[in-house]
């Protein structure tokens, strides 16, 4: 088929009229084919040309692609039209019998071809799924339990006071006689947000943007409003009344390998963009949901644009699908950076890596593990707790294609570096509080903190944070004689128990665990010769350089790229550094190291590539 121009200044758009099962008039009656009941086995479609400032009406399908081998065809302005079989099947579901359906569909309403358009309409799809009439959320045709699952979640979300527990409580939620202490029930229920759909990228925009969403399974829909107070009800009955939490963690099936807690932190993180929208940060928004699926790595960047706080920091960002995503990548961190005079994106490196980017360029198509995902990103929201540069501003110097100049202090290099025993991860906090003692004679004071270096061992090990119910995210820092009596609390458990978690019976102590984990992820306990200690990323070696680099609220860990020995034939010689990570560092976490500093004259020049 040929599709007509766009203009882009009016905001055009194309809109799809789904044809009904039964229509008086065929468009093309010679290749229509019937089924026994005498409908036209084939979907037929017609598009049409809007513009959005014209506010027509309209609905808007959020759904997975697939996979594009194998497709399936249709008729479209009379012709036949490759689809995948996904969309194929939404169609299906979506035609009404008597009446046509205006709908939006991006395979179909954008031409997919055109690198020009695409472009075009990506940049404006928060616009067109915000003024759809409603968004259906098409997961796929129904699966075993389905129903059950569905009628479930509706009975529980419209009666808040049903009890989830397997205990006595009462009145219980059940459904043909099944609770949530049936693995078959918890199975059904995780299938829903198994499916494609919780995977995709740009089903994130699709869903927060929409006015209102239906979530359809084959024939079957569900409002989203209802999917959102049942996860409201099981969460409020898990922290409160229905505290046996086992159910919603365990995984009682080998093939879905998730639990059902999963799934409901799933939903709970796209409604949360709704109440953080503009909390969050777009570095933020975009790692918040990096391990979403994307056939392009572009749209892990172009999915997400509309979202998050800050708008005016990405008004550089052009939607160019012929550039590639290393140049898209580079370009956002660094035109970042130079916007807000800040270094959060440098947090933001972690995962393996799948691109061939400089060191200090986040890869956000780099994959994570989901358990160590969630805790990043808990560290990541701390960060607003640190101000290691003491509020200073990055200054960003492009030294030339793929190196960049940062000023900053160096702290210190590592002495000694400490694996965590995983097996035994007690052992190890009781090796590394002797590494941290061995640098001075006794339990002598650390630095002019005003507290022991054992003291200081223990608040390093929980990242100076506590949890409490003051924030939303429920991280603190640690202050005054109340949070560290709470402290000592958990350190002598800690003592007692030698680490067992299932040993935990005071909340604070448990409460202090959490920080632990969070500050610990993917990171190594590690000495520097002067004495400090912290923990560093895993790929940190002894001989590493500590910096503080302006715009920086926590230190980093960087490492010269060549050896001093390799080096240099003349003084006036370069050699940079590789960006390793960031690193928690007790005792400088508050700008004391700018403090000690005379700024800016003793800034060094760091050269990164």
Known sequence: MV????????????LLTLEPVRRKHLLSRSLARFDEQGNPEHIYCTLEVVSLHDKPQYEALSYAWGSRGNGMHLMLDGKMFEVTRNLYKALKYLRRIFRPRVLWIDALCIHQSDFQERSDQVGI?????????????????????????????????SKKKLHTTTESLTPRAEINGLNLSHPELRDYLIQFGRQPWWDRVWTVQEFVRAKNVFFQCGSRLLKSSIFHEFCENIRFHGRTCCISHSYYRDIR??????????????????VDMHDENHALSFPEVISSFRNRKATDPRDKIYGMIGLGRAHHHLEFLRIDYAQ?????????????????QGLEVLSHIFGRRTLQLPSYIP?????????KFDERLNWIGCKIFYDA????????????????ALSGLEVDKIKTIHHVRTATPWLSRKEWLQIALSHAEGDSMYFDKGYTRTTAFYRNLVGDMEVTDE???????IKGDAGQKRMDRWSNWFNDSQGETAGIKNTDAYMFEKCYLITILERNFFLTHK????FCPHQAVEGDSVVVLAGGVVPYIIRQARKAEDNIESEDQENPYIFIGDSYVQGIMDGEAFDRATIPESLKEFILE
């Open 3 to 14: 599709y007509t121009a766009l203009d882009h200044a009016k905001k055009e758009i194309r």
């Open 125 to 157: 799809m928060g616009d067109i799924y915000s003024q759809a009439i409603s968004v259906t959320a098409f997961l796929g045709e129904k699966w075993e339990g389905c129903d059950i699952a569905l009628d479930f979640i509706t009975k529980v979300a």
């Open 253 to 270: 099936s080998t093939e879905l390998k998730v639990s059902l807690n999963q799934i409901l932190s799933q939903y709970l993180g796209l």
């Open 324 to 340: 590639p995503a290393e140049t898209l990548f580079e370009d956002l961190a660094i035109s970042y950076i130079q916007r807000t």
């Open 363 to 371: 890869d956000w198509n780099a994959a994570v593990e989901d358990w």
């Open 389 to 404: 540069c003491r509020n200073t501003k990055a200054n960003l110097k492009r030294v030339s294609a793929s190196k960049i």
């Open 471 to 477: 924030r939303a995210s429920g991280y603190v820092r």
């Open 531 to 534: 004495g400090y200690f912290g």
